[in-house]
């Protein structure tokens, strides 16, 4: 099967599954308009415990947004360069697939001053790979990454969002924070996007306070809608932070950091 055919199939499943429904963990949260979120709290004693996040303070007009590049469909240089003008940081989650097909792209996230995070070689479920893969999977990929560009990555996303307390755990003795989401919507379908105004409504009846945000760059329709996106949140108080902001926070008390 084509990589791209793959990662779309692997995805349909990733976004609003409740446990029952799922083979493994898997991801959920349920929306609530432009308020915070809610999910199971025993994932969140996961994350807390194995220093991952999936939301924000629910009280601070704060957003971190993340981008998952499975394969490229040419709009991650726009995107890129909305960034850029617009002053805003952002996480790129990349598979062995794309560092492999996209070097100066990867190259220029980190010129940038993007977080370029581990969405492992493959795009296995990591739930169900043993831990010998496990780490091969993330270790492979940093290394690549390493020789790229002298860094190292410290972000890791499942793919799919199927994860375990045990792949929690390797990732964190790896040294690695789990980035999960608190909004998402359905952007990865490249036959079936729907224009920049789909994507601009869909994003922003759903924003909210302290939001994690998982965008897709194969999404034309978020190139396009990025620009007004990012103004208008802006004209309602919203701020754009980095992951490594919102872990530092995490660690260190608002008055110390800033």
Not at 26 to 32: E, V
Not at 135 to 154: P, S, Y
Request: glycine share 6%; proline share 5%.
């Amino acid at each position: 099967m084509p990589v791209k055919s793959f990662i779309i199939l692997s995805c349909v499943a990733m976004m609003f599954l409740a446990p029952a429904q799922a083979a493994a963990e898997a991801w959920f949260f349920k929306p609530n308009g432009n308020e915070p979120p809610t999910t199971d709290s025993k994932y969140i004693k996961l994350l807390d415990k194995y220093d991952g996040a999936w939301i924000g303070d629910p009280s601070k007009k704060t957003i971190y947004l993340t981008f998952d590049n499975g394969y490229e469909e040419g709009y991650t240089k726009e995107i890129l360069d909305v960034l850029d003008k617009k002053n805003v940081p952002a996480a790129f989650f990349i598979t062995g697939q794309y560092i492999k097909d996209q070097p100066k792209v990867v190259k220029r996230m980190v010129k940038d001053g993007h977080i370029v995070g581990n969405h492992s070689w493959g795009h296995p479920d990591l739930s169900k790979i043993s831990d010998k893969k496990y780490k091969v999977e993330i270790k492979r990929l940093d290394m690549a990454f390493h020789e790229l560009t002298g860094k190292h990555m410290k972000y890791v996303r499942p793919p799919r969002g199927t994860f375990s307390k045990r792949a929690l755990e390797l990732g964190y003795k790896m040294g690695y924070h789990n980035i999960f989401w608190s909004f998402a919507y359905v952007d990865w379908l490249t036959d079936q996007q729907k224009g920049k105004k789909h994507a601009y409504k869909s994003i922003m009846k759903r924003v909210h306070p302290g939001a994690i945000m998982l965008l897709h760059t194969v999404s034309k329709d978020n190139a396009k809608a990025l620009p007004k996106v990012i103004d208008d949140l802006r004209d309602e108080g919203y701020q754009f932070k980095s992951l490594d902001y919102l872990m530092g926070h995490k660690k260190i008390p608002e008055f110390i950091f800033g």
